[in-house]
Antibody, heavy 117, light 113 residues
Framework: QVQLQESGPGLVRPSETLALTCAVS?????????WGWIRQSPGKGLEWIGS???????YYNPSFKSRVTISVDTSTNQFSLKLSSVTAADTAVYYC??????????WGQGLLVTVSS | DIVMTQSPLSLPVTPGEPASISCRSS???????????LDWYVQKPGQSPQLLIY???DRASGVPDRFSGSGSGTDFTLKISRVEADDVGVYYC??????????FGQGTRLEIK
């Protein structure tokens, strides 16, 4: 069974870059599926940030414009999120996910990231 | 983007009684494969969302048969035949038709009376 685990700093200063990593176990990223990031904040519910396919092709939510970068490292079976120029509005729980139409999306435990000076 | 709308947003239920949550999409979720790309997730207190139903009506592994999904086109329903105390949480529908560009409903908070 696939398992996902987010890691990274829980506190990021305004205007800096939020950087998170997702370690995947029980399934090789190279086998396929989309690997994505979703966040949850009180004001906006569940919000898709972006995803990457095992080939490296990326898909981003236009709401994040040019602030987001997602990358994959198949040698370590991990993928990463970078979100630049953060503000307090980026405070949220960030989830890494394996997306699939069948059998659906699997989620990591989530990581609370607070943007504050 | 496909907009997902759930109702009700709050659902108090007596244990043993049935419960039903509605989800409507701004466009049909019928894929050329013949399946509807609509998932249901539950987020229990302090946990991440977990898959209940995918492709509109297929139960995920380990999900009790008290849970069922139905619907077609733009209208979908999640039914719990007999609510238990452990079912407390927030239920979300999600369109997977535009995977990976997924979108979610606002969530329905199920509470025990």
């Amino acid at each position: 069974q696939v398992q996902l685990q987010e890691s990274g700093p829980g506190l990021v200063r305004p205007s800096e870059t939020l950087a998170l990593t997702c370690a995947v176990s029980g399934y090789s990223i190279s086998r396929g599926h989309y690997w994505g990031w979703i966040r949850q904040s009180p004001g906006k519910g569940l919000e898709w940030i972006g995803s990457i396919y095992q080939s490296g092709i990326t898909y981003y939510n236009p709401s994040f414009k040019s602030r987001v970068t997602i990358s994959v490292d198949t040698s370590t079976n991990q993928f990463s999120l970078k979100l630049s120029s953060v503000t307090a509005a980026d405070t949220a729980v960030y989830y890494c996910t394996r997306q699939s139409t069948s059998p659906g999306t699997y989620w990591g435990q989530g990581l609370l990231v607070t943007v504050s000076s | 983007d496909i907009v997902m709308t759930q109702s009700p947003l709050s659902l108090p239920v007596t244990p043993g009684e049935p419960a039903s949550i509605s989800c409507r999409s701004s466009q049909s979720l019928l894929h050329s494969s013949g399946y509807h790309y609509l998932d249901w997730y539950v987020q229990k207190p302090g946990q991440s969302p977990q898959l209940l139903i995918y492709l509109g009506s297929d139960r995920a592994s380990g999900v009790p048969d008290r849970f069922s999904g139905s619907g077609s086109g733009t209208d979908f329903t999640l039914k719990i035949s007999r609510v238990e105390a452990d079912d407390v949480g927030v239920y979300y529908c999600m369109q997977a038709l535009q995977t990976p560009r997924i979108t979610f409903g606002q969530g329905t908070r199920l509470e025990i009376k």
